[in-house]
């Protein structure tokens, strides 16, 4: 059993250009990785990531960040392979209506193209971005 503490992972598309970032895997001890990513100062907006593992199943996702981005709660909460599914938004406020879904979590369907196993067994694929306003690379609401 491998369980995933997402602080933040990526394979990124930044702008209109394939943004230069590395991914680091950090060994939390009991069976449990935290996945980072660093960048030469690029922008990160979305990505995909295939995670497998060599032995055992990936049994858990935790740790992650759900929603918009904000100064005071950053963090790529957007989870396109399930928002469609799981996620509500009001017609008349263009708000959504609850972001405390169980079933929303940035694990792709394994069913979806080009996906993963899923969680259970030796690989996942995340997909994750971040929604802020104001849009711009300078926004106090972007993640980091």
């Known amino acids: 059993m491998k369980k995933f503490s997402m602080v933040l992972a990526t394979f ?3 702008a209109d250009a394939w943004a ?3 991914i680091i895997a950090e060994d939390q001890g009991n069976r449990v990785v935290s996945i980072k990513y660093e960048t030469g100062g690029e922008k990160v907006r979305a990505f995909a990531l295939d995670i497998r593992v060599s032995k ?3 049994d858990a996702i935790f740790d992650y960040h759900v929603g918009e981005s904000t100064a005071a709660n950053p963090g790529y909460g957007i989870f396109p392979g399930s928002f469609g ?3 509500t938004v009001d017609p008349d406020t263009g708000e959504v209506v609850n972001w405390d879904v169980n079933e929303y979590t940035p694990v792709a369907d394994p069913y979806s193209p080009g996906t ?6 030796n690989g996942i694929t995340i997909e ?4 802020y306003y104001p849009p711009g ?5 972007r993640p980091t």
Do not use: E, N, W
Request: net charge neutral; charged share 15%; aromatic share 4%.
């Open 12 to 14: 990124a598309l930044s």
């Open 85 to 87: 599914r799981y996620i």
């Open 20 to 22: 230069a970032v590395k």
């Open 56 to 58: 055992g199943t990936i």
């Open 116 to 121: 993963l196993g899923g969680l259970g067994t």
């Open 128 to 131: 994750m971005a971040a929604l």
């Open 137 to 141: 690379d300078d926004s106090p609401q």
